[in-house]
């Protein structure tokens, strides 16, 4: 996939916003910028390799809950 796709004679479009959506999907994903004239800009991205991956790490919890 490439990120996006136009419908309807342009008149739609579908952005995607997560890369290798579930880890299974392949697609890339993108982010639309218009200036003031509406002039269009696409950024494509992809998902980040394997390696890089990992779980955020856990914030410690507030005292106030314990």
């Known amino acids: 996939m490439e990120g996006y796709k ?3 004679n342009d008149s739609v ?3 995607w916003s ?3 959506y579930c880890y299974r999907c392949g697609n890339v994903a993108a982010i639309l910028e ?3 004239q509406l002039n269009k ?3 494509i991205f ?3 390799p394997q390696e890089n991956r990992g ?3 856990k914030k ?3 005292d106030y809950f314990l």
Do not use: R, S
Request: zero cysteines; charged letters at 15%.
């Open 13 to 15: 479009l579908t952005v």
């Open 46 to 48: 992809e998902a980040a």
């Open 55 to 57: 779980a955020p790490a």
């Open 6 to 8: 136009w419908h309807f």
């Open 18 to 20: 997560a890369p290798n």
């Open 34 to 36: 218009l200036d003031e």
């Open 60 to 62: 410690p919890q507030p």
């Open 41 to 43: 800009e696409f950024t």
